[in-house]
């Protein structure tokens, strides 16, 4: 909040009920729409997006160019999306700094945060671009995204995941596609490789995990430069990993192929690793390297 807001919240006639309140069938449909259904419309859209792009660029890949043609194209790809369709700004972060300004310079006649119209609703109009399973259940941990969401969002997520594997088989030719095993994950072909696939799956996400949560959710180090830092890990974490495990890093990634292509070896591992992941981080942040808010322990040290 800028100076001049905080200053226009003590102006009395700011305090004095002469808000205009917004009709109850307008104000009722928006807050429903930009609460509930809008964000799960932007993961959906998205999602397809990102793994549409990631999906062709596996299938299309030149032997020439080995990993870095899908890296690129991951990273690239999710980095633009997230800059393009997913508002970092997360608004309850604002809701719980407007409610501690309340406690420390309270204002005679002044409203709150929940009576200020509109401002209530949007602190769950953000998608906050995810596009990941595993990304919004880290999220969800650090207090990142409302509990209630969650499961809508793994749901948009994957229907986003089987869209855009699918628009990839449609544009692709049959002999590349199957080549390519439809861009599912086949890295993993026999059981003494799981060990290894599953740990460097979650070292993996744990990396994309801690990119999106520090970055972009965590009020002491969230910047502008988030979404391309979480397209960096994306990239960083194919070319390191993906001859150990295919470096997934996202459920929804591997499901939308894994449904296509109905090949579904070893695919729990690209569920294990990513969420074991989000818990690894979730816990990180709530209890050592999370900012004052989110922090649960250490707090006065």
């Known amino acids: 909040m800028?100076?001049?807001?905080a200053v226009s919240m003590c102006d009395p006639e700011f305090g004095s009920g002469k808000v205009k309140e917004p009709s109850m069938g307008g104000r009722s449909h928006g807050s429903w729409y930009e609460r509930f259904l809008q964000p799960c419309l932007v993961e959906l859209l998205g999602s397809a997006l990102f793994i549409?792009?990631?999906?062709?660029?596996v299938i299309e890949n030149g032997t020439d160019t080995g990993r870095l043609q899908p890296a690129l194209a991951h990273g690239l790809a999710l980095g633009l999306i997230i800059a393009t369709l997913g508002n970092i700004s997360h608004r309850e972060r604002e809701r719980q700094r407007h409610r501690q300004r309340e406690k420390q310079a309270p204002c005679t006649g002044s409203p709150t945060w929940d009576s200020i119209p509109g401002l209530q609703d949007r602190?769950?109009?953000q998608s906050g671009g995810h596009f990941n399973p595993a990304v919004s259940l880290a999220a969800t941990l650090i207090g990142g995204l409302n509990?209630?969401?969650?499961?809508?969002y793994w749901i948009a997520q994957l229907c986003g995941g089987l869209i855009g594997a699918a628009l990839a088989k449609a544009v692709s030719p049959e002999e590349r596609f199957w080549n390519a095993s439809g861009a599912a994950f086949v890295t993993v072909q026999e059981p003494g490789q799981v060990v290894g696939a599953v740990v460097a799956e979650l070292i993996l996400t744990t990396l994309l995990a801690l990119a999106v949560c520090m970055g972009a959710i965590n009020e002491?180090?969230?910047g502008p430069l988030a979404p391309?830092?979480?397209?960096?890990?994306?990239?960083?974490?194919?070319?390191?990993g993906g001859a150990v495990s295919g470096a997934c890093m996202n459920p929804a990634?591997?499901?939308?192929?894994?449904?296509?292509?109905?090949?579904?070896?070893?695919?729990?591992?690209?569920?294990?690793?990513p969420l074991l992941a989000s818990l690894l981080v979730g816990?990180?942040?709530?209890?050592?390297?999370g900012d004052g808010k989110t922090r649960l322990i250490l707090k006065g040290l």
């Not at 549409?52 to 660029?57: E, H, Q, T, V």
């Open 220 to 222: 002491k180090t969230q």
């Open 2 to 5: 800028s100076a001049e807001a």
């Open 228 to 240: 391309f830092s979480i397209g960096f890990a994306v990239t960083v974490d194919i070319l390191a």
């Open 123 to 125: 602190a769950w109009g």
């Open 253 to 273: 990634r591997a499901f939308g192929p894994a449904v296509v292509a109905n090949h579904w070896d070893f695919h729990w591992i690209y569920w294990l690793g």
């Open 147 to 152: 509990l209630v969401m969650l499961l809508p």
């Open 52 to 57: 549409f792009i990631g999906c062709l660029s």
């Open 283 to 289: 816990l990180l942040i709530r209890l050592f390297i």
